[in-house]
């Protein structure tokens, strides 16, 4: 079991930073693929950026260049670093966590609210 709590989401003016941050316990941290996902009211959830336990990264077109996505497996954490932030960036933002064989994301955060303002 892997527990995932996410921190660091606010509101913040369009062209602002934010940096997100997902604190998890349980196993082994370092065999887990990270993965941060936004849902919008009346949309469906999106995964905008994810890491591997290699740390490979992918990004969603939409955040590419103004989204970092890094982890620190010594504290067991994964960060969204957000800047150049948009209207559109607005949403409920979840870090979740997958076995590196396993092609589901299992483990999932409660959420931060993201808040961009034009």
């Known amino acids: 079991q892997v527990q995932l709590v996410e921190s660091g989401g606010g509101l913040v003016q369009a062209g602002g930073s934010l940096r997100l941050s997902c604190a998890a316990s349980?196993?082994?941290?370092?065999?887990?693929?990270l993965g941060w996902f936004r849902q919008a009211p009346g949309k469906e959830r999106e995964r905008v950026a994810a890491?591997?336990?290699?740390?490979?990264?992918y990004y969603a077109d939409s955040v590419k260049g103004r989204f970092t996505v890094s982890r620190d497996n010594a504290k067991n954490a994964v960060y969204l670093q957000m800047n150049n932030l948009k209207p559109e960036d607005t949403a409920v933002y979840y870090c979740?966590?997958?076995?590196?064989?396993?092609?589901?994301?299992?483990?999932w955060g409660q959420g931060t609210q993201v808040t961009v303002s034009s």
């Open positions: 979740a966590a997958r076995y590196y064989t396993n092609n589901n994301y299992a483990y």
């Open positions: 349980g196993r082994t941290f370092n065999n887990y693929n």
């Open positions: 890491i591997g336990s290699g740390g490979t990264t």
